[in-house]
């Protein structure tokens, strides 16, 4: 069966020449289904495709890769568009059946299951997808096969969602070849570590995934398989020189961790140019992880990314569902850089009940020496999440935001944090932050690139300029004036 798979992206700036800029970007769903799919013997293919103008690279993909399957994958902000290029492509090829799955699929197939679909994947989708093609294969109409939604003119056919899987070792390594001529620069990598997170934090979309299915949530894959895969990955790509640990929390399994650490310390030792690696790491309350960081450190590690979101502890506590205190942060913060780690911090704004006082708070911790880079990115509510409840709850109304900038615009209109001061401050972030430090260029700076961010006519508009090198040229000259400006911290935007 020969089948196409749509990946829609409205990030990576500054623009990359290629729609994606690095690896680390890939979508592990993706790339995981079309391993299964090509260890079933299927033929895969992929188009990415960047908001704006699509019909054309459509076009070249169907002609290319004539698919009899196409697959589309949506988190909720991507699901639109999403639903435009398959709106398209249903004209484009009548015969090839429609199949859609993600988060946003999952958390809500009673919206999504409709045209232009044939197919609604509810969950976890390697097997799923896999007995879907094979029927495809025999020339069935599918139906009663676990994990699907069926849509068609007499109707949906909802069959029950399959259990999450438990032998994530036993999964193809995800397909990175497909890849290749869609991403500009091969050297830095991601591996998915884990699935699934014990936190119920509101306003992120696991609380409510770990109730699609039976079975256990948090998955580990067996260290030497993480291993493995990250010898096959540099095998494949040898100018590799990065990778990145995706992993909700990494601690979640604190032996694990441990032995994670101390066989990436013997892969590097066992290397000539050591790789360096990242991951991301969640604060416990009243404990720290000194040993912990001092190993991945050890093992090549250079930074952790570590979500504040809040730095009021009534926001966190109250509206967040996250316990840990400021004096947590800062003494896991002190703890990294201790052992050689640096800290980049995540932050929200525009959170309901979140008032400009509240902020200030979040400014205040992100000002913390110990914190090398601070991201910040306004709050919006995923359907199904906790958050998105309360939202309904108190009557605020969440737009569906075609354009995909859902964390660079504040459409909430929250009567304690007006839209207007929520833009206002996501611009000024960087420079409340680097306070009387930074200077006008850095807020200037700040200002525009978060402004180009909110606004994808805008965007697109400097990735045009980008490509005829001006705009390089110009943040060449302002990286020149801004390292002239001493002894300031860096901060930026980001999600
Ligand atoms: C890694 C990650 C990323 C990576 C990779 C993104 C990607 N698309 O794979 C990066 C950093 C690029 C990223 C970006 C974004 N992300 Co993200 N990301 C995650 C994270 C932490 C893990 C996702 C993952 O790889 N899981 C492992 C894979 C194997 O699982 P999966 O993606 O769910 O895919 C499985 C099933 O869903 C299903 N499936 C998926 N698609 C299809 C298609 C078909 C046809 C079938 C049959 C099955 C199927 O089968 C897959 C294999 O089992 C999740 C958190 C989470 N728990 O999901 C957030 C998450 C998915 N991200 C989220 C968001 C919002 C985003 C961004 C919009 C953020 C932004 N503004 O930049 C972008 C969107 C990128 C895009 N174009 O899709 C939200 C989505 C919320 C929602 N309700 O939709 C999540 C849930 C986090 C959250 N805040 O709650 N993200
Ligand atoms: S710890 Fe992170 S991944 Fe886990 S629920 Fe909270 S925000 Fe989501």
């Known amino acids: ?148 939604w069926f849509h068609d003119a007499a109707g949906i056919e909802r069959n029950p969602a399959r259990h999450f899987e438990q032998e994530l070792d036993s999964l193809a390594f995800p397909d990175r070849s497909l890849w290749r001529e869609w991403i500009a620069d091969a050297r830095k990598h991601t591996i998915l570590i884990a699935r699934g997170c014990p936190f119920p934090c509101t306003y992120c979309s696991n609380h409510a995934l770990s109730q699609t299915a039976e079975g256990k949530f948090v998955r580990f894959r067996a260290v030497e398989c993480v291993v493995a895969e990250l010898e096959r990955l540099c095998e494949e790509f040898p100018e590799a020189t990065y990778c990145y640990f995706e992993v909700e929390t990494i601690t979640s399994n604190r032996k694990w961790a441990f032995e994670f650490a101390q066989r990436l310390e013997e892969f590097n030792a066992g290397r000539a140019a050591p790789l360096e690696f990242a991951t991301n790491f969640r604060v416990h309350p009243g404990k720290r992880f000194p040993d912990f960081f001092a190993a991945l450190a050890r093992a090549g590690f250079s930074y952790l990314r570590i979500g504040i979101e809040s730095g009021s502890e009534r926001i966190r506590r109250e509206v967040l569902k996250r316990y840990e205190s400021n004096q947590d942060l800062l003494e896991t913060f002190e703890d990294a850089r201790n052992a050689g780690l640096s800290v980049y911090a995540y932050n929200l704004i525009g959170i309901p009940g979140e008032t400009p006082e509240d902020f200030m708070e979040t400014v205040e911790i992100n000002r913390s020496s110990v914190i090398a880079r601070s991201y910040i990115g306004i709050f919006y509510p995923y359907p199904g999440t906790e958050l998105a409840q309360v939202c309904e709850e108190r009557g605020i109304v969440v737009p569906r935001l075609e354009d995909c900038a859902e964390r660079f615009r504040a459409r909430l209109g929250l009567p304690e944090f007006p839209d207007r001061q929520v833009e206002r401050l996501f611009r000024d972030f960087s420079f409340l932050v680097a306070g009387e430090r930074a200077g006008l260029f850095e807020r200037a700076d700040a200002f525009l690139w978060q402004t180009i961010r909110g606004y994808p006519a805008l965007e697109r508009i400097a990735r045009r300029l980008r490509g005829t090198g001006l705009l390089s040229g110009l943040r060449r000259v302002g990286a020149g004036l801004r390292a002239r400006i001493a002894g300031l911290g860096s901060s930026e935007s980001g999600a």
């Open 1 to 148: 069966m020969r089948v196409l798979h749509v990946y829609t992206v409205s990030e990576s700036l500054p623009a990359p020449s290629k729609p994606i800029a690095e690896f680390i970007e890939i979508s592990f769903s993706v790339a995981y289904l079309a391993a299964a799919l090509e260890r079933a013997g299927h033929e895969n293919s992929l188009v990415v495709l960047r908001h704006g103008r699509f019909k054309s690279e459509v076009d070249a993909a169907i002609e290319r890769s004539r698919p009899e399957l196409i697959c589309f994958t949506a988190v909720a902000t991507e699901y639109p568009f999403v639903e435009k290029i398959a709106g398209y492509t249903r004209q484009r090829c009548p015969d090839a059946y429609h199949a859609v799955g993600g988060t946003h699929p999952i958390l809500c197939p009673g919206e999504v299951c409709a045209e232009p679909w044939d197919a609604v994947c509810i969950g976890e989708g390697e097997a799923a997808v896999v007995e879907l093609a094979a029927a495809l294969d025999r020339g069935e109409r599918p139906a009663g096969i676990a994990g699907w």
